[in-house]
Nanobody, 127 residues
Framework: QVQLVESGGGLVQAGGSLRLSCAFS????????MGWFRQAPGKEREDVAS????????YYAESVKGRFTISRDNDTNTVYLQMISLNPEDTAVYYC????????????????????WGQGTQVTVSS
């Protein structure tokens, strides 16, 4: 049974950094496309970043490009989201997601194409 558990969220001042972790269990993480999504109060869940099954392709939403980095450690079955230069607009619950299928430029940003989700971790950026 695939399970995802996020950690690393918290309260940070604008301009600060955080690193989110997603512990993946039940299968080898290298067989899954991994994604990070976020949802702010009153807003729809939106894509942040994704990493291909092969680990060779990354995708970032325009709003986080150059500031966030997604990475994977196959030995520990963990996916990371390194976030720098945070601003209040980054405040949201961040979710880790996984799916067995390769993703196209169209599907990698769609939450409904991912089968497995974590419970989320809160990130709050104060101004």
């Amino acid at each position: 049974q695939v399970q995802l558990v996020e950690s690393g969220g918290g309260l940070v001042q604008a301009g600060g950094s955080l690193r989110l972790s997603c512990a993946f269990s039940g299968r080898s993480i290298s067989s899954f496309t991994m994604g990070w999504f976020r949802q702010a109060p009153g807003k729809e869940r939106e894509d942040v970043a994704s990493l291909s099954r092969g680990g060779d392709r990354t995708y970032y939403a325009e709003s986080v490009k150059g500031r966030f980095t997604i990475s994977r450690d196959n030995d520990t079955n963990t996916v990371y989201l390194q976030m720098i230069s945070l601003n209040p607009e980054d405040t949201a619950v961040y979710y880790c997601a996984a799916d067995r299928a390769d993703k196209s430029p169209t599907t990698r940003s769609r939450p409904d194409t991912y089968d497995y989700w974590g419970q989320g971790t809160q990130v709050t950026v104060s101004s």
